[in-house]
């Protein structure tokens, strides 16, 4: 199947600072990558949805200007966590969907997820 | 918006026993997809098993079986013969005509050995 990877997989920071995520596809194009936000115990939460070339579509209550998502080329999207907080501290997790011919279900294939600590 | 929801927080199973967790979802949409996730410890989200809408049939994976109930709005999933490895959260999920996924709030699964 196809491969999504994340990194940092793991990454403590201070305050204030800003963390940039990334996510690739490693063995087809994705024209669309999720992002989401999973606390302890609790489910996904989409935060939005980026297309190649063109800007970022945040779910609601998601701040744009503190959550940076850029989606560069077809196999590359960043996260960056700009000023972090301690409440910022959660599990993030991006998915990317294929051009179509990677499944006929038009599958979204998770990565691995990166555990960001905001001291 | 679409709405996913897993009455279930936690079950149990005896391994080798079957289990059925429970999903059930809100939509006016007509055509759709809906998916089992499965999350480990390592909290990799790995794809159980896929439904379309539109297909009448349930479907399934080896172990894992659906029954779909689209005029009830309802997703089970059927695990026979539980294994060990089993042990996850599983999370129902629900597939816009916009692409979007929209997730349960998932099912703690234990397996008893």
């Known amino acids: 199947g196809a491969v999504v990877s994340q990194h940092p997989s793991w990454v403590i920071c201070k305050s204030g600072t800003s963390v940039k995520i990334e996510c690739r596809s490693l063995?087809?194009?994705?024209?669309?990558m999720f992002w989401y936000r999973q606390f302890p115990k609790q489910s996904l939460m989409l935060m939005a949805t980026s297309n190649e070339g063109s800007k970022a579509t945040y779910e609601q209550g998601v701040e744009k200007d503190k959550f940076l998502i850029n989606h560069a080329s077809l196999t590359l999207s960043t996260l960056t966590v700009t000023s972090a907080h301690p409440e910022d501290s959660s599990f993030y997790i991006c998915?990317?969907?294929?051009?179509?011919?990677?499944?006929?279900?038009?599958?979204?294939?998770f990565g691995p997820g990166t555990r960001l600590t905001v001291l | 918006a679409q709405t996913v929801t897993q009455s279930q927080p936690e079950m149990s199973v005896q391994e080798a026993e079957t289990v059925t967790l429970s999903c059930t979802y809100d939509t006016s949409e007509s055509d759709y997809y809906l998916f089992w996730y499965k999350q480990p410890p390592s909290r990799q989200m790995i794809l159980v098993i896929r439904q379309e809408a539109y297909k009448q049939q349930n479907a399934t994976e080896n172990r894992f079986s659906v029954n779909f109930q689209k005029a009830a709005k309802s997703f089970s999933l059927k695990i026979s013969d539980s294994q060990l490895g089993d042990a996850a959260m599983y999370f129902c999920a629900y597939r816009s005509a916009g692409n979007q996924f929209y997730f349960g709030t998932g099912t703690s699964l234990t397996v008893i050995p």
């Open positions: 063995d087809f194009q994705a024209t669309t």
């Open positions: 998915s990317a969907r294929g051009q179509g011919g990677t499944s006929g279900y038009n599958e979204q294939f």
